[in-house]
């Protein structure tokens, strides 16, 4: 499996079309306010995902564990 983050405004169809994911309703965003979204896909790299940064399974679950993926604990 490999992942990119790109801006949810870049994703196209074809993205869509190459990647795990079924539509962009599935896509997991950020929480912060650029609304960057993670695009898992197999196989080989589609000429549509050129140009983007790919991670693997360890890398991206480090990405995810930050602060840009998890919301802060509510203080009490």
Not at 12 to 41: C, F, P, W
Not at 43 to 72: Q, R
Request: hydrophobic share 35%; charged share 35%; aromatic share 10%.
């Amino acid at each position: 499996m490999k992942y990119m983050i790109i801006l949810y405004n870049e994703v196209t169809d074809e993205m869509i079309d190459n990647a795990i994911e079924t539509s962009r309703d599935t896509l997991r965003h950020s929480i912060q306010g650029d609304d960057k979204v993670i695009l898992k896909y197999s196989g080989d790299d589609f000429e549509c995902f050129d140009g983007h940064t790919k991670y693997n399974h360890s890398e991206i679950l480090e990405i995810v564990h930050g602060e840009d993926w998890v919301a802060p604990e509510e203080e009490i």
